[in-house]
């Protein structure tokens, strides 16, 4: 009796409580609804400037640079002597000046031009700018490590935890017919399988590592072949003064144009496989800026949305995966993990780094777990559940959804899936869509793909 009371008294509670949560996600949703109407405003506003600056160009720029030179020197006359031989050029200039040098900076918003729609237009009332400075408030709170991170407990510093990715391997053959070799643009030490410090070595100065015998592996200065050190099973390159996020080592890599990589090297020979991998330990931040999944090009959400995925399953990698112990490393750089180039495509591909700068140490989570995040280029109209495409109901947050916008528009299924589209979680293709069409918010796209997660900021 006793505790059909106690269930009676807190059941109002707990009543409220869920009805609370739904509130406050139902106002939640609207705000981004109103935040991304507000957001399509600016965007038309901004598209109005655009074309102001076009007109004023057309009546106020100058044909040449000549010309405008030109005028510009009879402003400075006329201005000092007030001879009317000048007015003429003077008055060219200073409208120049005035009337259309200032709106040179809206130059850029002509790819706004698809938001030149009287419908946007009432999106910048006062409810529309509340909303959206509210969700602005919401997203300002999701910025700062808080509340309980459940699996996401690895720590790390603002870059997040080091992880350890698998480049390439070589035989024993290969690595005696062509030594592994590298160099860093500082200097950098060298340590053998049990950390002892084996040699310190100037920065650009080549060094080589080849299969010696038993597993053991010889470390030679590659310009005079002196003999650096005989190391069982690992070789350890770091930089000397310990800053390893400011250290590139290029490391020669055979057959590729990636051949720089921040952070540690090391070499490790698997006994069992006879293998030595190269494998690269980097901060996780670090692992997203060289992401291969994409070029960067695409729009900024979509590519939000990318490093997001990426870092997740980063992420959950690190914290799981037993795959690759044996060879020393949590994840390979290969398709069949994550495409990961390094340095290279980094500094190449510089939209990705600002993407992943946008959404640093966030990741995907469901109730505390990390939301391991598949994704596929294409899918024909709808995703697959994890349940239905792998048996497992352990993922619940992969479950199947509509998907118009990744639909390819040629292909069928049978085809999709013999390229490898799984069509499980998020759809590429269909991100990119609501990203640059729909003009979704990264977070949202997020969101529809993968059911009921919450985006957690861990590092």
Not at 351 to 372: H, N, S
Request: charged residues 25%; proline residues 2%; positive net charge.
């Amino acid at each position: 009796m006793l505790i059909a009371t106690l269930l009676l008294n807190l059941a109002p509670a707990l009543v409220y409580a869920q009805e609370a949560s739904t509130s406050s996600n139902e106002e939640l949703e609207k705000d981004l609804d109103l935040y991304e109407k507000y957001q399509k405003y600016e965007k038309y506003k901004k598209y109005k400037d655009y074309k102001d600056y076009k007109e004023a160009k057309e009546k106020y720029a100058f044909k040449s640079s000549t010309d405008r030179i030109a005028a510009k020197e009879a402003y400075r006359l006329y201005k000092e002597t007030k001879n009317q031989k000048y007015y003429e050029d003077y008055n060219k200039y200073k409208k120049y000046k005035n009337k259309y040098k200032p709106l040179k900076k809206y130059a850029k918003y002509g790819k706004y031009s698809k938001y030149n729609k009287s419908e946007n237009k009432r999106y910048g009332s006062v409810e529309y700018k509340d909303g959206y400075n509210r969700y602005k408030n919401y997203l300002a709170s999701t910025n700062t490590v808080s509340g309980n991170l459940g699996e996401a407990n690895l720590g790390g510093g603002p870059l997040g935890p080091e992880i350890t990715v698998g480049l390439w391997n070589y035989t024993r053959d290969n690595l005696k017919d062509s030594p592994f070799k590298l160099q860093a643009n500082r200097a950098y030490t060298i340590k053998n399988g049990d950390g002892t410090i084996v040699g310190q070595v100037a920065a650009t100065s080549v060094t080589r590592v080849t299969y010696e015998s038993d597993g053991n592996l010889k470390i030679y200065d590659s310009l005079t072949g002196n003999t650096i050190a005989i190391s069982a099973r690992e070789v350890f390159f770091e930089d000397t003064a310990g800053d390893n996020s400011a250290i590139v080592f290029d490391i020669y890599r055979p057959d590729s144009d990636f051949d720089q990589y921040r952070g540690k090297v090391k070499l490790r020979y698997n006994s069992s496989s006879k293998l030595t991998w190269v494998i690269n330990t980097l901060p996780l931040e670090h692992y997203v800026w060289g992401m291969g999944e994409i070029t960067g090009t695409g729009d900024t959400d979509y590519n939000r949305v990318m490093t997001t995925s990426f870092r997740t399953y980063g992420y959950w990698k690190l914290k799981f995966s037993t795959k690759y112990a044996a060879d020393g490393f949590k994840v390979n750089a290969t398709p069949g993990n994550q495409l990961y180039y390094g340095y290279d495509w980094e500094t190449g591909h510089t939209r990705i780094l600002d993407a992943a700068v946008d959404t640093q140490g966030k990741i995907v989570m469901y109730k505390g777990q990390i939301a391991i995040t598949p994704y596929s280029s294409w899918t024909d109209g709808r995703t697959r559940s994890f349940e239905e495409r792998w048996g497992s109901a352990d993922y619940p947050w992969c479950q199947s959804v509509g998907d118009p916008y990744g639909k390819h528009a040629t292909k069928s299924t049978a085809t999709l899936e013999a390229e490898g589209n799984h069509m499980v979680g998020l759809s590429a293709h269909g991100a990119l869509t609501l990203a640059d069409v729909h003009s979704w918010d990264w977070d949202r796209i997020i969101k529809y793909y993968y059911t009921g997660i919450d985006i957690k900021k861990v590092y």
